[in-house]
């Protein structure tokens, strides 16, 4: 559901756009809107209030996408979590590649064990 109002919300945002970037502003605009472009279909006025029309039904539209889409989601995400904490998914690491110029190592051969590392306590700067 929460898809294809996501995209329906796309839709009617670039339309929104488009039908506001037609419209002829008072420093000329794009100015796509006028009669001269259309023909004798309809008038200068005409158009305008069409446009007009189209921009406010458009702008309503969106207002009620955005406000679904929104109490749609409101519960995904835990209160005061931020889209950085969440875990990042990755994919197993790849298997590890044999040595260059030495002989394979068995897969039954028990591994080298890791060097000791010192504890994790705090940094005593020493001068």
């Not at 009617?12 to 001269?36: D, H, P």
């Not at 006025?45 to 409101?74: C, H, Q």
Request: aromatic residues 4%.
């Amino acid at each position: 559901m929460t898809t294809v109002l996501l995209i329906i919300h796309l839709f009617v945002t670039l339309a929104l756009i488009g039908v506001v970037l037609i419209q002829r502003s008072e420093g000329g605009g794009l100015g796509i809107g006028t009669a001269q472009g259309m023909g004798s279909f309809m008038s200068g006025r005409g158009t305008a209030n069409l446009l007009t029309r189209t921009t406010a039904i458009l702008a309503v539209v969106f207002f009620a996408l955005s406000l679904a889409l929104a109490l749609l989601n409101r519960g995904t995400a835990g209160v005061g979590r931020s889209i950085l904490d969440m875990p990042v998914t990755s994919s197993p690491a790849p298997s590890p590649a044999p040595p260059v110029g030495g002989t394979p190592v068995p897969a039954s051969a028990p591994s080298p064990a890791p060097p000791a590392q010192a504890p994790a306590g705090p940094a005593v700067p020493t001068n």
